[in-house]
Each structure stands twice: as structure tokens, then as C-alpha cells.
């Protein structure tokens, strides 16, 4: 297994504070329409 150096780590964290990134992530990764979802805050 390999580790994540910090600075990505921390880069990573950083952007997915950011509620429409966040959400588009995940939209693109399970394949489901970003209107579909609901997250929680």
C-alpha cells in the first residue's frame, strides 16, 4: 500500500471543503445525476 505524500492529502481536503466540488465528485464517480443528490452538511 502507498501512502499519500501530505501535500496531497492536505490539496485533497482543501477542495473537497468546497460543497460543488464535493458534489460533482461524487456524481462523476457512482454515475448518478448531481440533481439526484442530496448531501448532507
Not at 485533497?12 to 448532507?40: A, G, Q, W, Y
Amino acid at each position: 500500500m502507498k501512502i499519500v505524500p501530505l501535500k496531497y492529502d492536505f490539496c485533497i481536503k482543501e477542495i473537497m471543503e468546497n460543497e460543488i466540488v464535493r458534489t460533482h465528485f461524487i456524481s462523476d464517480v457512482l454515475d448518478i445525476p448531481t440533481k439526484t443528490l442530496r448531501l448532507c452538511e
